[in-house]
């Protein structure tokens, strides 16, 4: 009932920036929470961020707090991930994800997931 798409994706030099998109359609409930998670060749995949519906709440793995923000525009029904400072260790398909329970940090909490989107990070 409900399609992510993310974009956003590429190849980027180390300690560039670069953002992900994740607009959702499809028929569903206004309020959700959304997630971001990746996965790099040969590892499971792991959570990078999540964002309430209702007041915003976020929060970040420690691998990338300082360096990625998560955000939402309702207006357009989208979720970004600002990324900076980015190093070759981020370099992993993201996945964004769509969660109507509660803002978790298991890909099992979440019920709807887009394709995702490649992000190479280069020295």
């Known amino acids: 009932q409900v399609q992510l798409v993310e974009s956003g994706g590429g190849l980027v030099q180390a300690g560039g920036s670069l953002r992900l998109s994740c607009a959702a359609s499809g028929r569903t409930f206004r309020r959700y929470n959304m997630g971001w998670f990746r996965q790099a060749p040969g590892k499971e995949r792991e959570f990078v961020a999540a964002i309430s519906w209702s007041v915003g709440r976020t929060s970040y793995a420690d691998s990338v707090k300082g360096r990625f923000t998560i955000s939402r525009d309702n207006a357009k029904n989208t979720v970004y991930l600002q990324m900076n400072s980015l190093k070759t260790e981020d370099t992993a398909v993201y996945y964004c994800?769509?969660?109507?329970?509660?803002?978790?940090?298991?890909?099992?909490?979440?019920?709807?997931w887009g394709q995702g989107t490649q992000v190479t990070i280069y020295s």
């Open positions: 994800a769509a969660d109507i329970a509660s803002m978790g940090r298991e890909k099992s909490d979440y019920d709807y």
